[in-house]
Each structure stands twice: as structure tokens, then as C-alpha cells.
């Protein structure tokens, strides 16, 4: 594909409600990375896999999260009995090799939770 | 305190100025800084990024690192309303991205 896509771009959950946020990286790309962006912030580092391994999890505020890379290519993130503090911005990166300041970022997916 | 500072703006340009962008961060391990440009409702694209001190050009944006001081800065020449969008520094660490909040710039015609 020409980029990083995540989908939905948009979803709206009921508080308490279990919601499941996708990525298809840039293909062949080997490293993969899940931001979390509050409204007027930066992206924050929830966790990031190498293929299929999940590498690094120290990011995730919960373990109400949690995320998955299966194949090694496409990626679910999974929040658990969403709260309202959960409401942000998942965005989705992917890099080639182990160059992890190259990384290309999807639109994300705008996570209300009501 | 935040590892990495950043003046959140708004910046507020005519077209054809310099906008300087800056950044301030205190972790002494950071090495690879890199700008990031934001339009609304989009992901973070991009822009350039620099190992270690110096400074890089490319076309109307430079960037530039003074590991001394902890402080970054990217330039703007001749600032377009296509340049309106919120700028983020990054900065790796380990196999992640440490970003400041942002500065939103607004380059008026």
C-alpha cells in the first residue's frame, strides 16, 4: 500500500464497551509502533513490535489494553471496558529495519467514549 | 517537567517570514531529533531529522541541534499558508518516539 492505514478513522463507545482499533503498515515494513494522542498534545508511547513479537509494552496505561501483531503484518489495538479518560487519538506507525526515527504515521483513529 | 518542552503557540506569520520553531528537552541520551508536521485530523508526517549536534538543510526547512544547550529549532524560509499545521519535535529513545506537545503555526496571506 502507498501508506500506513488505520481503520476506523472514527469510532464512538459507550462507556464500558470493548473496542478494537486496526493498522495495515506500510508493507514489509518490520517495525510497528501504537501512539496515543490527547486533544492539544504530543503522541505518547503505548508499545511496539518487531514482526510479530511485541518488543515493548511499557506505554500501556492499562491492562485494559492491549495490543496484538499476529502475522507480523497487520496490527489490533484492543481497549477493554473503555473509560472516558480513554477518548483520544490511536495512531498507528511503521518503520523498515530497526530505523526507529523514521517512523510514518497512519491518520489514527479518533476514539470518543461517552 | 516533560522531557521534551515545546512553546504550544499559536504562531502567527504573514507569508513570506522566517518562522523559527524551537524545542527544549532534558534527557542527555537523546540522539536522533526529528520534526514532525501535523495538518488537522491527520498523522504526523515526517519532515527531516538530524543525528547529534549541526545542522540540516532542506529546501525552505533547516534544522538545527545544540546538544550544549538541549535545544532545537527548526527554520522556515519563506513561510506559505500550506505551512499552517502544528509542528511536533521528536526525539528517539530506545525503539520509541518522545514528542513535545506541538506549536501550532498560522502563516496568514
Known amino acids: 500500500g502507498a501508506g500506513v492505514s488505520q481503520s476506523p478513522r472514527y469510532k464512538v463507545a459507550k462507556r464500558g464497551q470493548d473496542v478494537a482499533l486496526r493498522c495495515d503498515p506500510i508493507?514489509?515494513?518490520?517495525?510497528l509502533f501504537w501512539y496515543q494522542q490527547a486533544l492539544g498534545q504530543g503522541p505518547e508511547f503505548l508499545t511496539y513490535f518487531q514482526n510479530e513479537a511485541q518488543l515493548d509494552k511499557s506505554g500501556l496505561p492499562s491492562d485494559r489494553f492491549f495490543a496484538e501483531r499476529p502475522e507480523g503484518s497487520v496490527s489490533t489495538l484492543k481497549i477493554q471496558r473503555t473509560q472516558q479518560e480513554d477518548s483520544a487519538v490511536y495512531l498507528c506507525?511503521?518503520?523498515?529495519?530497526?530505523?526507529?526515527?523514521?517512523?510514518?504515521f497512519g491518520p489514527g483513529t479518533r476514539l470518543t467514549v461517552l | 517537567q516533560k522531557e521534551v518542552e515545546q512553546d504550544p503557540g499559536p504562531l502567527s506569520v504573514p507569508e513570506g517570514a522566517i518562522v523559527s520553531l524551537n524545542c527544549t528537552y532534558s534527557?542527555?541520551?537523546?540522539?536522533?531529533f526529528m520534526w514532525y508536521r501535523q495538518y488537522s485530523r491527520k498523522g504526523p508526517e515526517l519532515l527531516m531529522y538530524?543525528?547529534?549536534?549541526g545542522n540540516k538543510e532542506d529546501g525552505r526547512f533547516t534544522a538545527q541541534v545544540d546538544k550544549s544547550s538541549k535545544y532545537i529549532s527548526l527554520f522556515i524560509r519563506d513561510s506559505q499558508p500550506s505551512d499552517s499545521a502544528t509542528y511536533l519535535c521528536a526525539m528517539e529513545y530506545g525503539n520509541k518516539l518522545v514528542f513535545g506537545a506541538g506549536t501550532i503555526l498560522r502563516v496568514k496571506s
Open positions: 506507525a511503521s518503520s523498515s529495519g530497526y530505523n526507529y526515527n523514521e517512523q510514518f
Open positions: 534527557n542527555s541520551a537523546f540522539q536522533y
Open positions: 538530524t543525528y547529534s549536534s
Open positions: 508493507s514489509g515494513h518490520v517495525s
